[in-house]
T-cell receptor, first 112, second 114 residues
Framework: EAQVTQNPRYLITVTGKKLTVTCSQN?????MSWYRQDPGLGLRQIYY???????DKGDVPEGYKVSRKEKRNFPLILESPSPNQTSLYFC???????????FGDGTRLSIL | KQEVTQIPAALSVPEGENLVLNCSFT??????LQWFRQDPGKGLTSLLL?????REQTSGRLNASLDKSSGRSTLYIAASQPGDSATYLC?????????????FGKGTKLSVKP
């Protein structure tokens, strides 16, 4: 089954404790991206990757890092999480950047 | 800066009705427009994608139209069913930066009552 898989689905942690949210797709897609969804603000892009070893900032990249060492994986790294990063995070992928994007089921992060 | 607005924010209809969801955007320089549905606890599912050169797209009971010059799109749902209950999101992809950077509206929460 074609899918985008995120882990964990839920995480409660404390300020400053490094965490990684993994994202994996099995569709051989070149384009991958991360969004966060906040009440009243909607979905906003954090980072994106056009292909392996090619990443760039989206609209709200502060406090996040990403890497794309393999085509299928695109982890989101919070080096020193803060409470304002409490949000619902989505990973998405598509074959090309202008084609329909497939979204994962989301990761709900709570930073205390 | 591109802004996407969806009206209404919420809509409740009886089963069987035809309905229209509206989306407007401020910058007509878009590459494409997508409609998604979001179910509680789930990710987004792409419903329809309209390229900027197209006027409409259809999939089953769904029809989406695009009027790029006026900055408007509509999603028409025919013969609504309770299973259509979800939040519907409109997103545009612009020419600047990453074409995959979707700018989303805040959604229309649809409830279809049996």
């Amino acid at each position: 089954e074609a899918q985008v898989t995120q882990n964990p689905r839920y995480l409660i942690t404390v300020t400053g404790k490094k965490l990684t949210v993994t994202c994996s797709q099995n569709m051989n897609h070149e384009y991958m991206s991360w969004y966060r969804q906040d009440p009243g603000l909607g979905l906003r892009q954090i980072y994106y990757s056009m292909n392996v070893e090619v990443t760039d900032k989206g609209d709200v990249p502060e406090g996040y890092k990403v890497s794309r060492k393999e085509k299928r994986n695109f982890p989101l790294i919070l080096e020193s999480p803060s409470p304002n990063q409490t949000s619902l995070y989505f990973c998405a992928s598509s074959y090309r950047e202008y084609q329909p994007q497939h979204f994962g089921d989301g990761t709900r992060l709570s930073i205390l | 800066k591109q802004e996407v607005t969806q009206i209404p924010a919420a809509l409740s209809v009886p089963e069987g009705e035809n309905l229209v969801l509206n989306c407007s955007f401020t910058d007509s320089a878009i590459y494409n427009l997508q409609w998604f549905r979001q179910d509680p606890g789930k990710g987004l599912t792409s419903l329809l994608l309209i390229q900027s050169s197209q006027r409409e797209q259809t999939s089953g009971r769904l029809n989406a139209s695009l009027d790029k010059s006026s900055g408007r799109s509509t999603l028409y749902i025919a013969a609504s069913q309770p299973g259509d209950s979800a939040t519907y999101l409109c997103a545009v992809s612009g020419y600047g930066g990453s074409q995959g950077n979707l700018i989303f509206g805040k959604g229309t929460k649809l409830s279809v009552k049996p």
